[in-house]
């Protein structure tokens, strides 16, 4: 399959990117690690006139903790994330969630900025990104602006990106001691999208009570969906059967699962409930220690 | 509009002009006619188009021959010199029975060139994890499997395990 025709741009700075997405318009689009895009356009559904290469702009692809915010830089690909001992030390689930992305060839490439602004409630880093409270950063001509995860994602492959904007970087609260953190995805193969996939973080006291509770849940909602009343059920409260039976309860009331061919929709939300008891254990096991 | 570019391809350079559009994969096939790297599903999922890219293995059909601009691609065709000895991954598959149809193969042995670059003594479930991008339907995942291990015994200097065929 071979894409409809395009002119390809590689600029060498941020600014030279930007002003080009100005001068082109709606119709160029940005190409980091490209698999998601490139499958896209080899299948005709995007037809971009201008593609802008920003894989050539240093100082995009980082993994730094820089006082109590970790900060990965857009490029970033999904391999240098398996590998990164500061992520997996703060956030043991990022070792969990990089297995489960695609394969490895794909993690080669693909990058955690990609992942987030293709705005698609099927991948696993908006999720994770709920679950951990980050702060995705966007350079405009008017430089940086910080968007909450939280208002990031507006709709299906739409975000709070604007045109002439680049996602440069994805900031992450460094958790207190005693925090844990767990994503699991249920997928019929390797490289698939999730049937259902939750992300959890939890912060616990010395006496076992929930301080703090991130869940994200993925591929079960059109856009990427925190399981606020689940979070709400677990914080204050000590990690028991019974405040775990309720969060799962919540989260599979509140998302809003397709039947397709992954599974019905009533398949869907039991095993939200499976996933996000399994996820709360671990998490509540990590952050035990 | 036409963009020339600068590839490194198993050690030589070629300098080619190329439409925006046109995949990786084709570039190495049609304009450099270096066959040996396949096109299974044309959709990043069986992984025949494995090359090494900079030394990391990546599916070709999901790249642009610009994205390769200024970087050194390894194909199948650039492991072992023409008539020369095989790299111990060519060799573990040659007396493994690691290739049935031989159509994954390529893609096989370049994500296994990776995955024992960084680790020369992988357990054969961080192979069977290594290798999951990389589909072979004729199910001979048992003896590819053991291909990589016995690579593996052989890079570190170790006895080689048994080549004996195993049927399932």
Not at chain 1, 98 to 119: E, F, M, S, Y
Not at chain 1, 243 to 267: F, H, M, Q, V, W
């Amino acid at each position: 399959m071979i894409a409809q025709s395009f002119q390809y741009e590689s600029p060498g700075t941020l600014a030279e990117a930007i002003s080009m997405l100005h001068k082109y318009g709606e119709e160029a689009k940005i190409l980091s690690g490209g698999h998601s895009l490139i499958p896209m356009m080899k299948l005709r559904l995007a037809t971009p006139e201008w593609l802008i290469d920003i894989n050539g702009i240093p100082g995009l692809a980082h993994i730094k903790k820089e006082g109590a915010v970790i900060k990965i830089g857009a490029l970033t690909t999904e391999a240098e994330i398996e590998h990164s001992d500061l992520l997996k030390k703060h956030f043991p689930l990022f070792a969990d969630v990089t297995k489960l992305i695609a394969d490895p060839q794909v993690r080669n490439v693909a990058t955690i900025g990609g992942n987030l602004a293709h705005g698609d409630a099927a991948n696993d880093h908006p999720a994770v990104m709920l679950a951990l409270n980050a702060t995705v950063i966007a350079t405009g001509s008017g430089g940086e602006r910080s968007i909450p995860i939280d208002e990031f994602f507006h709709g299906f492959y739409m975000t709070a990106l604007q045109h002439g904007e680049i996602l440069t970087e994805i900031q992450i609260p460094v958790p207190p001691a005693g925090t844990g953190s767990a994503y699991h995805k249920l997928e019929r193969k390797v490289g698939d999208y999730a049937t259902a996939g939750v992300a959890v973080q939890l912060t616990l006291d010395s006496k076992g009570v929930c301080k703090a509770a991130g869940i994200g849940l993925t591929n079960v909602n059109p856009i990427p969906l925190r399981a606020s009343r689940s979070e709400k059920a677990l914080t204050g409260k000590p990690i028991t059967d019974k405040t775990i039976a309720e969060a799962a309860k919540y989260a599979a009331e509140d998302c809003s699962p397709s039947s397709d061919l992954r599974g019905s929709e009533e398949y869907k939300r039991a095993m939200v409930a499976v996933l996000v008891k399994r996820m709360i254990n671990k998490a509540a096991e990590r952050a035990r220690g | 509009m036409l963009k020339k570019i600068t590839v490194t391809v198993n050690g030589t350079q070629h300098v080619l002009e190329v439409e925006p559009r046109l995949l990786l994969v084709h570039m190495i096939r049609e304009l450099l006619n270096l066959t040996g790297t396949h096109i299974g599903c044309d959709t990043t999922s069986c992984g025949a188009c494995t090359i090494l890219l900079d030394g990391k293995s990546v599916k070709s059909c999901t790249i642009l021959a610009v994205q390769a601009n200024g970087k050194s691609i390894t194909t199948i065709e650039g492991l072992a010199p023409e008539g020369g000895p095989f790299t111990p991954l060519q060799e573990g598959f040659k007396e493994n029975h690691g290739l049935h149809c031989g159509f994954c193969t390529p893609g096989m042995i370049l994500r296994a060139t990776e995955l024992l670059a960084h680790n020369n003594n992988p357990t054969e479930e961080e192979i069977r994890w290594g290798i999951s991008g990389n589909l072979c339907r004729c199910t001979g995942y048992n003896n590819i499997v053991k291909a990589i291990l016995y690579a593996g015994a052989k890079m570190r200097g170790e006895a080689l395990p048994s080549t004996e065929p195993e049927f399932v």
